[in-house]
C-alpha cells in the first residue's frame, strides 16, 4: 500500500511487526491474548512454534528471518529450562521479551529464573509468569517510539483504564460512606 505524504511523494505504508516464538504448542494458550492485543494495535505478528532444543536450526533460521522482514520486537514463551529467550536474545539484536510460562513442578518459577538470568550484554525483558499481555503492552511501547500510531492508541488505552480506575473508586466511596 502507499500514501501521499505532504511532499507529494510516495512512500510504502510502514511495516509493524512482532514475531511471537514459544517452545511448545501447550503454551499456545498462554500466549493468544498477546497475539489478540498485538493485531487489535494493527500490528502484524508472525507466530511460530520452535522449541530452542528439539528445533534449533529451524529457530535459527527463523531468528535470521526477522532479521530482514520488519520485524521489531520478538516475545518468547518457555517454561520450565526456558532456554528459549536467552537462545533468541544471542543471534539478535532486536529487542526479545521473555514470557515465562508456567509448569507442573515450580508454577513457572524456573522458568521465570531462567530467563531473568541472562549474562551481561544479552538481555530479555521478562514479564510476570504467564504474562503474554504485558508482553504484548511491553513490544506496542517499544514500537510507538516509531509509529505514532500506535502511541496514540496506548495513550487513550491508559486515559480510559484510569477513568475506570476512577469509577471503581467512586463506586467504593459511595457504598462506604
Given at each position: 500500500m502507499t500514501h501521499v505524504t505532504f511532499s507529494g511523494l510516495k512512500r510504502?505504508?510502514?511495516i509493524m511487526k512482532v514475531a511471537?516464538?514459544?517452545g511448545s504448542t501447550s503454551d499456545l494458550s498462554k500466549v493468544e491474548p498477546a497475539i489478540?492485543?498485538?493485531k487489535d494495535y494493527?500490528?502484524?505478528?508472525n507466530v511460530r512454534c520452535l522449541s530452542a532444543h528439539r528445533a534449533h536450526l529451524?529457530?535459527?533460521?527463523f531468528i535470521k528471518e526477522t532479521e530482514t522482514d520488519g520485524t521489531e520486537v520478538i516475545i518468547t514463551a518457555a517454561g520450565m529450562a526456558a532456554a528459549l529467550p536467552g537462545v533468541v536474545a544471542s543471534q539478535t539484536v532486536l529487542p526479545v521479551i521473555g514470557v515465562p510460562i508456567s509448569g507442573a513442578t515450580l508454577d513457572?518459577?524456573?522458568a521465570l529464573?531462567?530467563?531473568?538470568?541472562?549474562p551481561s550484554?544479552?538481555?530479555v525483558a521478562t514479564v510476570a509468569i504467564n504474562g503474554s499481555k504485558n508482553a504484548a503492552y511491553l513490544a506496542l511501547q517499544i514500537m510507538a517510539i516509531k509509529h505514532d500510531s500506535i502511541k496514540e492508541k496506548l495513550v487513550a488505552y491508559r486515559k480510559d483504564m484510569e477513568i475506570q480506575a476512577m469509577k471503581a473508586n467512586e463506586e467504593v466511596i459511595e457504598k462506604y460512606k
Open positions: 510504502k505504508e510502514e511471537i516464538i514459544m489478540e492485543i498485538l494493527g500490528v502484524e505478528v529451524g529457530l535459527s533460521s513457572g518459577m524456573d529464573l531462567s530467563i531473568v538470568q541472562m550484554g544479552i538481555p
